[in-house]
């Protein structure tokens, strides 16, 4: 029946030369070697009308998307490109590098449509070609271009092949279930056998973004990525809002795109870590002290936001070096690599600035407020040079900006509106009744907001790295950056050390991560308020858990005292350095 169809086409395929036509549903011509689908239809000769007249068959689903308006047919891992498009370009406004979205982010994109073969793969022979819609478009009227051209206008509408399995069993859906999604593959993509192929989420876009900066080794943390994404200045929450008006989103699209909940810092560490593995990644280039994710850099950077002295940098690159931290073999991330640790970054940053707090003041809630009263009272005599720092003048002030800074926080995560105000609906019976529900919920806070005379927020600043801002000008004494550390050290052999002569340990024994998920325990009863109270400051800056940041202490301070733990008993909870 094709034979004869296409006996009289003898025109070559564009991508593999071959004249070996078949017929589709819809009436088009695909190429039977490599299944390429043309933008030509079968030409019928109908003798019952007019002699010589030409009637072209119109494909069945073009019919079927103009009576139920639903737009064009596009799948999940289009929305999901379109999505990281969108933060790509948000990450160039804050100043990435341009390389990022083009030559890196795209190609690690590429790579995973390939090895979750949702593209870029060979399709098996006698696959369906019918829900291959991607290349689809009208024949009579003007055709228009692929979705996929309109959310990467740099590749053709060729080079990206729709997943085989996809498309075969799109086909095989009955016409009921395609209405409980908007895309083709809404459905198929929520089925168990669809997680064993390293299944896009929400929280994926973050780690493909993460897993860029990485390798361009950009000047951006995790923590400040989730920030950014909290503050609303990269798209994230509410980001279907800006598909295209073709795009239809409802029904089980609303599970997979839709996100009721802010993004954790673990969770997209590791599916970064998942990802740089399942993508087959060569070792990522290398972190060296010049670079801005290494601790010596970073530590500084924590300095500052914390509001601490200058002086305790040189103490934290003694750390770095004497645990040998600093290499970019320890730092350089090498996917697959099992053995090796995974850095957090900005976590091993803020881990190593509390190690020298505890080294220097100890952390005990009594030990540094003898400390911070002895400094009290040599700056009252001091009449030249720089003060000396005060702990108990640091933590007030501290302690009062951290209080704001987090009831702000809180506040307007209160406020948030989960809702977008793009209406969604689960099927097209419920969407009247959704439309007319949210128009009665926005003239409703019009009038309220009337009455009230609640005023519309400012727009909000423009993104920042630091989220305090300590200044030497300040004439309350508030800035700690210039203050010194001669009241608490003490020279022996021409090096300054510590006047404090003990340390006590998080832990004695890390605990097995796999087992107990955590690589130690912590409960703020079980220790000191200082060092809570520090662990708070920095998790604030994170916006990680205190235990996150209890954990990698502990690691650096198992790193630190090896040797001395090894000679003493197991059950020692205090060194004499």
Partial sequence: MDEEATRDFNERCAQCSEVNWGLTDGGRFYCRSCHNVTERTREVENTDFVSNTRVQTISKGLRKQEKNDRGCEWYVCEGFQFILKKQAEALEALGVCPRMKDDVLCNFWRCYLQKSKQAYCDRPAGETIRALSVHDSSTDVDSEPSLLHLLSPSESEGDLQTDCSFASSASKVSASTSVCSGSVDGSLYLMKNQKEKMRMTMPMTLSFCYMALLWLREPMTLSDLLRFVVEGHIPYLNVFKHFPEKMKLCGLDLKIFCVESWPVYEEVHNKMLELAAFLDLPRFPDI????????????????????????????????????????????????????????????????????????????????????????????????????????????KVIKCSL?????????????????????????????????????????????????????????????????????????????????????????????????????????????????????AHYREADFPHSYHFVLRLFSFLLRIQPSYIHDEVCVVEQKLFNKKLFKRTKYSTSLRK
């Fill in 403 to 519: 209080d704001v800074e987090k009831k702000k926080l809180d506040e307007e995560r209160a406020k948030y509106l989960w809702r977008c105000e793009k209406p969604l609906f689960y099927s097209a019976d419920k969407k009247s009744k959704v439309l007319k529900r949210r128009q009665m919920v926005v003239n409703l806070q019009n009038q309220f907001g009337k009455l009230s005379g609640s005023v519309r927020p400012a727009e909000k600043p423009n993104p920042s790295s630091f989220q305090f801002s300590w200044s030497e000008e300040n004439t309350d004494g508030s800035c700690f950056h210039g203050h010194s550390l001669k009241g608490i050290l003490q020279e022996k052999c021409g090096v300054l050390t510590a006047m404090n002569p003990d340390y006590w340990l998080c832990t004695d024994k890390l605990c097995t991560e796999k087992l107990c998920g955590h690589l």
């Fill in 288 to 395: 060296t002290d010049s670079c801005f994710l290494h601790p010596d850099v970073l530590c500084m950077k924590y300095l500052m936001e914390a509001n601490l002295p200058d002086e305790l940098h040189n103490w934290t690159r003694r750390v770095v070096k004497k645990i040998c931290i600093g290499e970019a073999d320890f730092l350089t991330l090498v996917p697959g690599n099992k053995s090796a640790r995974k850095v957090k970054y900005d976590v091993l940053a803020v881990a190593l600035i509390v190690v020298v707090l505890k080294l220097l003041f100890l952390l005990d809630d009594h030990y540094e407020w003898l400390l911070s009263d002895f400094a009290e009272e040599r700056n009252k005599n001091n009449k030249e040079g720089p003060p000396y720092f005060e702990f108990k003048k640091w933590y």
